[in-house]
Nanobody, 114 residues
């Protein structure tokens, strides 16, 4: 089973950018759809976007135009690029097999503050 591990979070100033990584332990194409999610303090986890094995990307409306998802097949890694970050984007970000009910990873913390 391919495992996914998130990284790349940190503290960023409002208006800044950050790129998160989701590294797969094996062939990333074995996962048909990878989702990026986030959970802000006191809120439920929410979907940010998905990327399918064929390359199709869909970003939720709330962050569309600021967030993008891409993939480096050679590195078996999916990325979440985030721009024009605001305090509302502060959350723990996760990547996961969109079609799996398996456990969540540890995620990576993104904090947007001046």
């Amino acid at each position: 089973q391919v495992r996914l591990v998130e990284s790349g979070g940190g503290l960023v100033q409002p208006g800044g950018s950050l790129r998160l990584s989701c590294a797969a332990s094996g062939n990333i194409f074995e996962i048909s759809t990878i989702g990026w999610y986030r959970q802000a303090p006191g809120k439920e986890r929410e979907l940010v976007g998905i990327i399918k094995a064929g390359g199709f990307v869909n970003i939720v409306d709330s962050v569309k135009g600021r967030f993008t998802i891409s993939r480096d097949a050679d590195k078996n890694t999916v990325y979440l690029e985030m721009h024009s970050l605001g305090p509302e984007d502060t959350a723990v970000y996760y990547c996961k097999d969109f079609n799996s009910a398996g456990p969540w990873g540890q995620g990576t913390q993104v904090t947007v503050a001046s």
